[in-house]
């Protein structure tokens, strides 16, 4: 089985200062992780992946994240916030290797950006 | 490159009208075909997935319908619209054979009122 906990509902910044979106998986398998980025009424970005390789991910807009198998965690950090950045932000876990791209989805952390 | 184009992007419909959202995908074939729905504050919700023309698999109950007429076309049905039905419907695809490490790639969504 797998599962997808975001650890916060909602994340508030100043411009600026970093930001840190929690994300812990459960998986019976090797397990592939993504976050998504959502903007109002649009769908779905796709900002980074892990699958095998490196365990720090670097994805688009300086957003990363690492893949720590011993906490089951894929937390999404940026060092410097913009307010473009305020969106949701989805974080996801398929099985590795899967024909089909079954996904399962947190439930979301909503990020605001203050000025 | 492969692009994915969904519409309308809004449909208000009243009660027992019926449905069409249609979803095409350019610059692959053979793609593995996605619905998902998001409603107002939830995470998204696997509604139908093909992994071929005709193929359509239902992950849950309901008042909606799937068909894959073209290798590349996705269409979502409902012959009598229900409030529930309301919500943000994604279309997305991916590869098969799970080599891109089963990254899904998503449309723009289309907003659903049923009124």
């Known amino acids: 089985a797998q599962s997808v906990t975001q650890l916060d509902s909602h994340v508030s910044v100043s411009e600026g200062t970093p930001v840190l979106l929690r994300c812990n998986y459960s998986?019976?398998?090797?397990?592939?992780l993504f976050w998504y980025v959502q903007h109002p009424n649009k769908g779905l970005q796709l900002l980074l992946k892990?699958?095998?390789?490196?365990?720090l991910v670097k994805g688009i807009n300086g957003f990363e994240a690492e893949f720590k198998k011993s906490e089951t965690s894929f937390h999404l950090t940026k060092p410097s916030a913009h307010m473009s950045d305020a969106a949701e932000y989805f974080c996801?876990?398929?099985?590795?290797?899967?024909?089909?791209?079954?996904?399962?989805f947190g439930r979301g952390t909503q990020l605001t950006v203050w000025p | 490159s492969q692009t994915i184009h969904q519409w309308p992007a809004t449909l208000v419909q009243p009660v027992g009208s019926p449905l069409s959202l249609e979803c095409t995908v350019e610059?692959?074939?053979?793609?593995?075909l996605y619905w998902y729905r998001q409603a107002a504050g939830r995470g998204l919700q696997l509604l139908f997935y093909?992994?071929?023309?005709?193929?359509i698999s239902s992950e849950v109950p309901q008042n909606l319908s799937a068909s894959r007429p073209q290798d590349r076309q996705f269409i979502l049905s409902s012959k009598k619209l229900l409030l529930s039905d309301s919500g943000f419907y994604l279309c997305?695809?991916?590869?098969?054979?799970?080599?891109?490490?089963?990254?899904?790639?998503f449309g723009e969504g289309s907003w659903l009122t049923v009124v």
């Open positions: 997305a695809w991916s590869l098969t054979g799970g080599i891109s490490g089963n990254t899904i790639y």
């Open positions: 998986s019976s398998y090797s397990p592939s």
């Open positions: 892990y699958t095998s390789a490196a365990t």
């Open positions: 996801v876990v398929s099985r590795r290797g899967s024909t089909l791209g079954r996904l399962y």
């Open positions: 610059g692959t074939s053979n793609p593995n």
């Open positions: 093909s992994v071929g023309i005709g193929q």
